[in-house]
């Protein structure tokens, strides 16, 4: 069975860091873009950085950019979302997904994503 399943998420105070995993079961994550969203109650869902397929580049929203890395593991076939300097603002529900779109911030970004896991709470206390 093809699975995401990310983890990770809680309570942080300001400026301070999480680590989002994104474990793969039923397919490599090196044959697909993964990318990560997040979504805050009544607003859109953001795509907000991306690892592409093959060649592993990675791709940052703005807002995240300089503060978020996306790394992945081969051998334990997952992706992580390393969060640091966090901001009240990051508070949402942090998603994974498989993803042809690798663009974060395009709007597109989501709309063809499949294999969504449960998602994660990242709460970022002022």
């Not at 093809?2 to 397919?27: E, I, K, N, P, W």
């Not at 969203?37 to 791709?59: L, N």
Request: proline fraction near 3%.
């Amino acid at each position: 069975e093809v699975q995401l399943q990310a983890s990770g998420g809680g309570l942080v105070q300001a400026g301070g860091s999480l680590r989002l995993s994104c474990v793969a079961s039923g397919f490599t994550i090196d044959d697909y873009n993964i990318g990560w969203f997040r979504q805050v109650p009544g607003k859109e869902r953001e795509g907000i950085s991306c690892m592409s397929s093959g060649d592993r580049r990675t791709y940052y929203v703005d807002s995240v950019k300089g503060r978020f890395t996306i790394a992945s593991d081969n051998a334990e076939n997952a992706v992580y979302l390393q969060m640091n300097s966090l901001k009240p603002e990051d508070t949402a529900v942090y998603y994974c997904a498989r993803d042809p779109i690798c663009i974060p911030g395009l709007q597109v970004m989501g709309m063809h994503a499949e294999n969504w896991g449960q998602g994660t709470l990242v709460t970022v206390s002022s």
